[in-house]
């Protein structure tokens, strides 16, 4: 599988795991919801400060996010 697909199913996973909204996600990234609607279907990539922020607001590792770890 492709890094941005697993990014991807593991940004959705999690944010579901919190009972999230891509809007509220969206907003705690300053990106609109559509951004990150691309973000969780692996067609758009996050920057560094994105991948970060998503790290605190999941409470996961970038390794996790990236598929290289189990959480």
Do not use: W
């Not at 919801?33 to 790290?55: T, W």
Request: some cysteine.
């Amino acid at each position: 599988m492709e890094i941005k697909e697993e990014f991807g199913k593991r940004l959705l996973a999690r944010r579901k795991e919190l009972h999230l909204t891509q809007k509220e996600v969206a907003a705690a990234l300053g990106v609109a919801q559509p951004v990150y609607q691309r973000f969780e279907k692996g067609i758009f990539e996050c920057n560094y400060a994105q991948i970060a922020a998503l790290c605190r607001l999941y409470d996961v590792s970038a390794d996790y996010l990236l598929g290289i770890a189990e959480y």
